[in-house]
């Protein structure tokens, strides 16, 4: 096999309760990337049925191990691997075998020649039941609806990164259902290609169908943080200043009932409208400025720049 780099690859794979799929898992890796510089890391989520020690029983100087205190989700796993990645290019994937590494030597030359930064796989002729299958294609028409980025596969583990798009992911939560939209908003070239996709080798799958409901909130959250994230004030100011509006007008018509017509508004439930109008824009306007004072302390207390730059070019010659 042609080997296009000696850069370090780093394989970041989160496990839980996956003991009778690392054996099989770390061949396949060794076989597949025979010939490139690789380590491959291990995070183990707490897992309680031997998982640690099917690791360590292998001996394998190219396998390290990052051990959780507790089961903290495959996100947080996940985090916790490309912070301890070494590598130049970080590869994620699932450690339950649907993902092939043989797939990887064909994404790597996408991020190698520098046309992209994500390689994500599209899995084809996926090997899971219907209770999965269906609303994760809800889910990814509803991303590409909302955010138009084509992101064909949302849900699938494989994917080649550069080191600085890994780095900067700041996976929270269950958001690893969402990494690629979470790249793309950080300014990454996404390139999906297709891959292989198997069942389950070993052991069970980790969620049910209550990830149903996390993926609409999460997905609800990201829509706010792709549009409003650096001007919250920009949603909340202004249904917050239309709403105080609403509620003026009602009062004045209401003034005007009471003093120019001389009729009761006691009892008039548009008194209670008015009113809820008003206290609900200033919540939500005053909202809006504890959200923008949040976004300066986010970015100001780690001197992070709320833009990215892709190079910088003096005199005509690029540097
Ligand atoms: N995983 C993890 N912590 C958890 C749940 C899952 O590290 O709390 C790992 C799991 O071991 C696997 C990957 O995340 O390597 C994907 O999990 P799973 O195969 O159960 O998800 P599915 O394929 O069913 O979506
Ligand atoms: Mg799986």
Same mark, same amino acid.
């Given at each position: 096999?042609?080997?296009?780099?000696?850069?370090?690859?780093?394989?970041?794979?989160?496990?839980?309760?996956?003991?009778?799929?690392?054996?099989?898992?770390?061949?396949?890796?060794?076989?597949?990337?025979?010939?490139?510089?690789?380590?491959?890391?291990?995070?183990?989520?707490?897992?309680?049925?031997?998982?640690?020690?099917?690791?360590?029983?292998?001996?394998?100087?190219?396998?390290?191990?990052?051990?959780?205190?507790?089961?903290?989700?495959?996100?947080?796993?996940?985090?916790?691997?490309?912070?301890?990645?070494?590598?130049?290019?970080?590869?994620?994937?699932?450690?339950?075998?649907?993902?092939?590494?043989?797939?990887?030597?064909?994404?790597?030359?996408?991020?190698?020649?520098?046309?992209?930064?994500?390689?994500?796989?599209?899995?084809?002729?996926?090997?899971?039941?219907?209770?999965?299958?269906?609303?994760?294609?809800?889910?990814?028409?509803?991303?590409?609806?909302?955010?138009?980025?084509?992101?064909?596969?949302?849900?699938?583990?494989?994917?080649?990164?550069?080191?600085?798009?890994?780095?900067?992911?700041?996976?929270?939560?269950?958001?690893?259902?969402?990494?690629?939209?979470?790249?793309?908003?950080?300014?990454?070239?996404?390139?999906?290609?297709?891959?292989?996709?198997?069942?389950?080798?070993?052991?069970?799958?980790?969620?049910?169908?209550?990830?149903?409901?996390?993926?609409?909130?999460?997905?609800?959250?990201? $829509?706010? @943080?792709?549009? #409003?994230?650096?001007?919250?004030?920009?949603? !909340? *100011?202004?249904?917050?200043?239309?709403?105080? %509006? &609403?509620? $003026?007008? @009602?009062?004045? #018509?209401?003034?005007?009932?009471?003093?120019? !017509? *001389?009729?009761?508004?006691?009892?008039?439930? %548009? &008194?209670?409208?008015?009113?809820?109008?008003?206290?609900?824009?200033?919540?939500?306007?005053?909202?809006?400025?504890?959200?923008?004072?949040?976004?300066?302390?986010?970015?100001?207390?780690?001197?992070?720049?709320?833009?990215?730059?892709?190079?910088?070019?003096?005199?005509?010659?690029?540097?």
């Amino acid at each position: 096999m042609e080997v296009l780099t000696q850069s370090l690859l780093s394989i970041v794979i989160p496990l839980y309760n996956e003991a009778d799929n690392v054996v099989l898992l770390t061949r396949k890796i060794h076989e597949s990337l025979e010939g490139y510089r690789y380590q491959i890391i291990y995070v183990d989520d707490f897992s309680t049925d031997g998982t640690r020690e099917a690791i360590n029983a292998m001996n394998d100087p190219q396998v390290h191990l990052v051990c959780l205190k507790k089961n903290y989700g495959q996100s947080l796993a996940l985090a916790a691997g490309i912070d301890y990645a070494e590598g130049e290019y970080i590869i994620t994937m699932d450690g339950d075998l649907q993902n092939d590494p043989a797939d990887i030597p064909m994404m790597l030359p996408h991020v190698l020649d520098g046309t992209c930064d994500v390689v994500t796989g599209i899995r084809q002729k996926r090997k899971d039941s219907l209770v999965k299958k269906i609303p994760s294609k809800i889910a990814n028409f509803l991303v590409r609806r909302a955010t138009k980025l084509d992101i064909k596969d949302n849900g699938c583990a494989l994917k080649v990164f550069t080191r600085v798009i890994a780095k900067d992911l700041n996976l929270y939560g269950e958001m690893h259902r969402f990494i690629t939209l979470l790249a793309f908003l950080e300014g990454a070239q996404i390139k999906q290609v297709p891959v292989r996709h198997h069942a389950r080798n070993a052991g069970v799958s980790k969620y049910g169908l209550e990830r149903v409901f996390k993926v609409i909130a999460d997905l609800m959250l990201l $829509l706010f @943080i792709r549009k #409003y994230f650096q001007r919250p004030i920009h949603l !909340f *100011g202004i249904f917050g200043v239309l709403l105080i %509006l &609403l509620g $003026l007008a @009602i009062n004045a #018509y209401l003034l005007l009932v009471k003093f120019g !017509f *001389g009729q009761d508004i006691g009892t008039r439930p %548009l &008194l209670i409208f008015g009113m809820m109008f008003i206290l609900g824009g200033i919540q939500l306007f005053t909202i809006g400025i504890v959200m923008e004072l949040l976004i300066r302390t986010y970015y100001e207390s780690q001197s992070k720049r709320p833009y990215r730059v892709k190079k910088v070019v003096v005199g005509g010659k690029p540097s």
